[in-house]
Structures are given as C-alpha cells and as structure tokens.
C-alpha cells in the first residue's frame, strides 16, 4: 500500500542573503562577499531551494545606495554562489544591476517595484530567459508611508488591479507570463491590516494566473501581533509566528516564501507534507 499522494505541493523556499548595513532584519551582518556568501552557503545546507541576494534596504525610511554601491555588493556574491551550482535571485529594482546579476549567473531578477522604478529592467529580463518576481509597490522606501491608501476598492481587489497593470506592462516588454512571479508587496505601502487582508485573500491574486510568492518573514506586521507591554516583539523573535504562517501559506498554495530562518521554515514545511501525506 503505497503513501496517498499529496495535496498540496509545498511552497519552494527563497533564502535571503542582505548584503546591506541597513535592512531592518539583518542588516549588517552579511555586508561583506565572504560573510554573505557563507550564509548564502548555510542557507543552501538548511534546505533553501534558491537564494535572494540585495544590495539595498527597502525598509521604510531608507535612502537609495548608488548604483556602483549596490553592484558591488551583490555581484560577487552572485558569481561565488551561482558558481556553486546554486539557484540565484538578484532583489533589485535596477535595469544596470539587474543585467551585471544575470550576467553573474543569476536566474531570477526579483524586482520590488514591479518594474515600475526602472523600466527598462523588464527589457533586460525580456533579453534574457530569467523568471521576474513583480512585486505589488507604490513608492521609494523613504515616502511609502504615505501611498496606503486603499479605499474606494479595499486593499485585495486594490493590489489584484495595480498588479494586473503591472503583468500587462511586463509582457508588452517581451517577458512571457510563464515567467513571472507575483507577489502582494507585505509592507510595501501597506499596514498590518492590509498585510493580514492580503494573505487571507490570496485566491484573488492568484487568479492572475501566475505562481504566487510571499514575503513575511520578519516583518513588523508580527512584531505588532506579538506585542506585549514592552512594545513589539523584536525582529528576532518573531520566527514562531512565521513558521504558523508558513504552514497556512503552503496549505493555501502559495508557490514560494521569501525567508530569513530556511531551517525553521522547512520545519513547518515538512509539518505539512507529514500532514497532506497521511490524510
Ligand atoms: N521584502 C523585502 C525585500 N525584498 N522581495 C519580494 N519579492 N517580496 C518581499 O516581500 C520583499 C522583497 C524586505 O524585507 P528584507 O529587508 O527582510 O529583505
């Protein structure tokens, strides 16, 4: 009698190497090639499927390294592990770094803005065969405080439309639907509650029809559903509330998460196949 097969299948894991002194979950301390490429390195041993490596903070309030900075950052890392056999992301939203990645090795450009912050970066993908993560935004870190404004439609039907403009822009450049990825933007212009609408109502994003990627891990939306009369919980411990979240993402059929902690992920991954594989 052979195992039921599975229900679902589980979200591949994105690891995150930010090779930034400023992001908000780990700035600093992956900020130089060889620091950064040894976590790269452990990631990949605790079960990261591929790897997202940036060279700038999106956290609200940053300001914008210069284009030399931000190459300089990730290039190397990019050659090191993509010459490792590794599968590797660029998180840029620049054409110019974007090309020097894929040029590196990189096989996916994940682009926060959507390729709203420089265009022609979605020609850079479309000369290539890399798959474009497109994420929901509005604005620059430092004034994306002021764009979560949702209303009239809500925040769900809201980022369905604004990514749909966004696809439809992507495949007028060249970039063929079968290769891009889209994702809600967590935090990106948006509060706690819009983050929470958002995951409760990935269906409607899906119907997109493009494979879906969520990116919580760390973020201050758990830091503020955790909080206590110290104020929120710290970026570093919040992983427990991600791993909960993990597991329901998989159950909903997201395709992948982005994530800090690869080995607590794949736990709660693994929580789940054990589940699906014995119903
Ligand atoms: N979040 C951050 C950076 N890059 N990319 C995608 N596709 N989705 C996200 O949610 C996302 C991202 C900010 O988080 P970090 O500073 O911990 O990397």
Same mark, same amino acid.
């Given at each position: 009698?052979?195992?039921?097969?599975? +229900?679902? &299948?589980?979200? !591949?894991?994105?690891?995150?190497?930010?090779?930034?002194?400023?992001?908000? =979950?780990?700035?600093? !301390?992956?900020?130089?090639?060889?620091?950064?490429?040894?976590?790269?390195?452990?990631? +990949?041993?605790?079960?990261?499927?591929?790897?997202?490596i940036g060279g700038e903070s999106t956290r609200p309030g940053a300001t914008r390294p210069l284009v030399a900075?931000?190459?300089?950052?990730? %290039?190397?890392?990019? /050659?090191?592990?993509?010459? &490792? /056999? #590794?599968?590797?992301?660029?998180?840029?939203?620049?054409?110019?770094?974007?090309?020097?990645?894929?040029?590196?090795?990189?096989?996916?450009?994940?682009?926060v803005s959507g390729g709203l912050a420089d265009p022609r970066i979605l020609h850079v993908v479309a000369d290539s065969d890399a798959t474009y993560v497109a994420m929901h935004w509005r604005a620059h870190a430092d004034r994306m405080r002021d764009f979560a404004d949702y209303s009239p439609d809500g925040v769900v039907q809201t980022v369905r439309r604004e990514l749909g403009e966004r696809l439809a822009a992507i495949e007028a450049a060249g970039v063929? !639907?079968?290769? %891009?990825? $889209?994702?809600?933007? +967590?935090?990106?212009?948006?509060?706690?509650?819009?983050n929470w609408e958002l $995951? #409760? =109502?990935?269906?409607?994003?899906?119907?997109?029809?493009?494979?879906?990627? %969520?990116?919580? =891990? !760390?973020? =201050?939306?758990?830091?503020?559903?955790?909080?206590?009369?110290?104020?929120?919980r710290p970026v570093e411990e919040r992983e427990h509330a991600h791993a909960a979240l993990v597991a329901l993402l998989a159950r909903s059929g997201v395709d992948y998460v982005r994530v800090h902690d690869v080995r607590a992920t794949r736990d709660a991954l693994a929580v789940v196949a054990a589940m699906e594989g014995t119903r």
């Open positions: 009698m052979g195992v039921a097969p599975r +229900l679902v &299948d589980v979200p !591949r894991v994105m690891g995150i190497v930010n090779v930034t002194p400023d992001s908000f =979950s780990d700035g600093g !301390r992956w900020d130089t090639t060889e620091t950064a490429v040894a976590h790269g390195r452990l990631l +990949l041993e605790h079960g990261a499927d591929l790897l997202d900075e931000e190459l300089d950052r990730v %290039v190397p890392v990019i /050659g090191e592990l993509a010459g &490792d /056999g #590794a599968i590797v992301s660029v998180d840029t939203m620049r054409a110019e770094v974007a090309e020097a990645a894929l040029a590196a090795g990189a096989a996916v450009v994940n682009d063929p !639907r079968e290769r %891009v990825v $889209l994702d809600p933007g +967590l935090g990106f212009a948006k509060e706690g509650r819009h $995951l #409760a =109502s990935l269906d409607v994003l899906r119907e997109l029809g493009c494979p879906l990627l %969520v990116g919580a =891990s !760390r973020k =201050s939306f758990l830091g503020r559903l955790l909080a206590d009369a110290a104020g929120p």
